[in-house]
Structures are given as C-alpha cells and as structure tokens.
C-alpha cells in the first residue's frame, strides 16, 4: 500500500502536477532504452487495445506501461514524444526523469506484470489482449479495436482507434473478444490476481447492435465469478431508444458510461459527427444520462470529456452540469493523438489541465463524491484528478493479492 500520510499534502500535490506534465507533454527516450528491462517478463508492458497514446509506432518494441512516483506512488503512463523536453535516461543500471538537463524522478519503479498476463483463454488468446490491467484492481475489457463510425466517415476527430488497430492489432494479436473469451479471462482475474472491477467498452459496432454482446458478457463473466453483482461499468453510446438501457441494469452492470467527449452543443457536433448523427443528437445525449442516473443511481453514472479542445469555461460548465446531476464528469487529458484527424494540433499547457482539474475536484467534494463511485464508474482510478482527490482526501489504495506490491 502507498502510504500518503507520510508525506505532506503539498508534497504530494507537486509530483501529482508533475506527472500531469508528463502526461501532457509526453516523454522523449531512445526507442531501445528499456532494452535492460524485462519488460513483459517482470515489467509490465503496454497493450494497445484500444487508443495509442505514443507519438511515434513501436510495433516490434514493447514499451512498460507505467511507473510510480517516488513519494505518493502515483501511476504514470508512459507516452512516447521524442519532441518532448522532458526525457527518460537510463544511468548507472536506473532509469530516471529529467526536465532539460535536471533530475525529476530518480530510480523510477516500473509496475510489474500480474502472472494473470502469462495466461490465456482456452482458445489460446493471451489474457492481455482480452481485459487489460488498469490498475488498483481494475480489468478493461476492449471487445472491438476497431470503430465503425470510420466507414461512414463519422469518427471523432480527435481518435485513433482505427490508426492504432492498423498498427498493433497484428503485431500484438488483438482482436474481436467474445463473450467466452471474456468470461474466462475476468473469471481467472477475480478468482486468483486481486482484481475486482472490470469496464466493458469499444468502439460503435456496425447497426448498434451491441446490446446483445454486452448481456452475454455479463452473464458469461456472472458464470464464470459467481458473481451476480460483478462491479461491472458498461461503457456505450447513447442509444435512441432509452428504454434499452434498463436492459444493462437487469444484466447486472452496477455502473454505466456514455462519454460526452465535448459539452459545446456546436463543437459536438462538429467534433463528434457520428455521436451527433447516429445517436439522437447531443439533446439525447443529455437525455440518456439522466435516465442512467435513475437506472443506475447518483454518481454511477459517469461520461468522459475530452479536456482541451473547447474553451475552457465551456468545458467547466459541462461538468458542473454534470456532476450537479448525479453524473461522475472525468476530464481527461486531450494528449493529441497519432492518426487522429487533429494529429498536428497542440493540447493546452498543463496549467490550464492542471486548474480544470482542481475545479473538478471541489465539485466532486462539494457534492460528496465517494473514492468508491469513482473508482466504481470508472476505467481506471489513476487519473490526475483521481490523485489529486485522494491527496486532500487522504485515500490510501489497498495492496491486493497478486496486484503490484504497492497497489
Ligand atoms: S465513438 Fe468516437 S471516440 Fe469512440 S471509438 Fe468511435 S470514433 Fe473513437
């Protein structure tokens, strides 16, 4: 377990703004530096299921997913920017980061791989490919690599789904997962390796039909854990028939997530062309996450925004809207992504992430939002502002069985 109390607040709260630099600005190393890692051995590596965050391809070179902060052991993910001025060097047998030429985090510690990746489904698909290590006990299942919005011209701009699938779909053996496949790879996880959330989401399938799928996953994963209650967060657009959705709740999905991505009513339409055309318009949108708070109840609900493509007090009046309705709002970090239509663009500096984050948190405070409801409707609990929430709330997460020692 990481200890916060050991450390003080502002402490804490600088290498949390820390790793929010490095998670706007990337880092910049030689491709082969981890050459003296084992990574998908001892050291986790990063799975490419779904989104890239790397700049540049490494197919035929695994990367570690993340390391931990010296004090807090706060996660962070590794996104690879040789343009970044702040760097990876590997001296003297250790790996540290530096700002220019000054030492930032010294000795980094690289999580480590669950045996649950050494495993595979009976079909022999890997069990990483299948539901990824989140973190703090959280599994993500990416039941599609791929978008359907693409073939109609409707992606939204900023993804890369489709990129990052021509590039590690093959080389890393991801595809289609099915709901067996599923079943097997969350049962093995809950019943052996400490995990106990899992988040199902993906990219549009062809005539939205993924209703079906996602009720055999459950029942595939309630079989396989015994479990009727899986803490399970169904991640899916808004649907034009809201009455669907008391289908995910009947199924046994304690949480739900229709991301917004944009909250101007004109840049979300102009941002996200297919959720606006293929879902009923933003006005559904709206509609179909209140009705999701009434399915599901307050704060188990949640809708990511894309933080940095609209202006800023646009992008706050969304997710006090939000939240004041019983909605968890995550802000999340618009790292441009390769093969995304707004490939070249520039995300804010990390002041501007850093104040939207700090406003976010008060509003979760103010309205008394639990660790347990984010850490529950959400991917992973490891974001900055899931940081920055456990720091003044001094939440400590829990070592599990067979999770990294320090989670
Ligand atoms: S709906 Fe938008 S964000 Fe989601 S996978 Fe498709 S293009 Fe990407």
Same mark, same amino acid.
């Given at each position: 377990? #990481?200890?916060?109390?050991n ?27 981890f ?7 001892e ?12 700049? *540049?391809a *490494? ?19 590794? =996104?690879?920017?040789?343009d970044? %001025?702040?760097s990876?060097?590997?001296i ?6 530096f ?5 930032? &985090? ?6 480590t =791989?669950?045996?649950?990746y050494?495993?595979?489904? #009976?079909?022999?698909?890997? &069990? ?7 973190? *703090?006990?959280?599994?993500?299942? #990416? ?19 489709n ?11 991801i ?32 005539? =939205? =039909? /993924? ?12 079989n396989? @854990?015994?479990? /009727? ?13 809201? @009455?669907?959705l ?25 941002i ?5 055309q ?17 399915? &599901? ?5 949640r809708?990511?925004?894309?933080s ?18 019983? !909605? ?5 970090q ?7 239509? %707004?490939?070249?663009h520039?995300t ?7 104040? !939207? ?12 939002? @639990? ?14 502002? &899931? ?10 997460v ?10």
């Amino acid at each position: 377990m #990481s200890s916060l109390s050991n450390y003080s607040k502002e402490e804490l709260i600088k290498e949390v703004q820390l790793k929010n630099r490095i998670l706007v600005e990337g880092l910049s190393f030689p491709i082969d530096i981890f050459k003296n890692l084992d990574v998908g051995g001892e050291i986790q590596e990063t799975v490419h299921v779904l989104f890239t965050a790397d700049k *540049h391809a *490494h197919k035929d070179v695994e990367f570690p997913a993340c390391f931990l902060t010296p004090k807090g052991k706060f996660r962070v993910g590794i =996104r690879w920017n040789q343009d970044s %001025l702040l760097s990876i060097r590997y001296i003297d047998g250790q790996y540290h980061v530096f700002d220019r030429n000054t030492p930032v &985090f010294e000795n980094l510690y690289f999580v480590t =791989r669950s045996p649950y990746y050494k495993l595979s489904a #009976s079909d022999g698909t890997s &069990f990483r490919t299948i539901a990824t290590d989140n973190g *703090h006990g959280a599994l993500f299942v #990416s039941y599609s690599n791929e978008c359907s919005l693409k073939d109609k011209g409707l992606d939204c701009l900023f993804c890369n789904i489709n990129a990052t699938k021509s590039i590690y779909g093959d080389a890393q053996g991801i595809s289609w997962k099915t709901p067996k496949q599923v079943g097997e790879a969350v049962g093995a996880g809950y019943r052996e390796y400490g995990f106990d959330h899992v988040t199902i989401s993906g990219g549009f399938v062809p005539e =939205r =039909r /993924e209703v079906e799928y996602y009720l055999d996953v459950a029942e595939a994963i309630q079989n396989a @854990t015994g479990l /009727e209650d899986f803490n399970g967060t169904a991640c899916v657009g808004a649907p034009r028939d809201l @009455t669907v959705l008391e289908k995910y709740k009947e199924a046994g999905y304690r949480t739900f997530a229709t991301n917004m991505e944009v909250w101007s009513e004109k840049m979300f339409d102009l941002i996200c062309p297919g959720k606006a055309q293929e879902c009923g318009g933003r006005s559904n949108w709206l509609a179909a996450l209140k009705y999701e708070v009434e399915l &599901f109840g307050k704060y188990r609900v949640r809708s990511t925004l894309v933080s940095g493509i609209e202006p800023k007090e646009s992008l706050m009046t969304g997710i006090e809207y939000l939240v004041e309705n019983g !909605v968890i709002a995550q802000p999340s970090q618009w790292y441009v992504n390769v093969g995304s239509a %707004l490939q070249g663009h520039r995300t804010p500096d990390p002041d501007w992430h850093w104040e !939207v984050f700090e406003r976010t948190v008060s509003l979760y405070r103010k309205h008394g939002v @639990t660790w347990d409801q984010l850490r529950d409707a959400n991917a992973g609990s490891d974001s900055v502002p &899931f940081d920055l929430y456990r720091i003044l709330e001094g939440i400590d997460v829990k070592l599990k069985k067979g999770l990294d020692q320090y989670e």
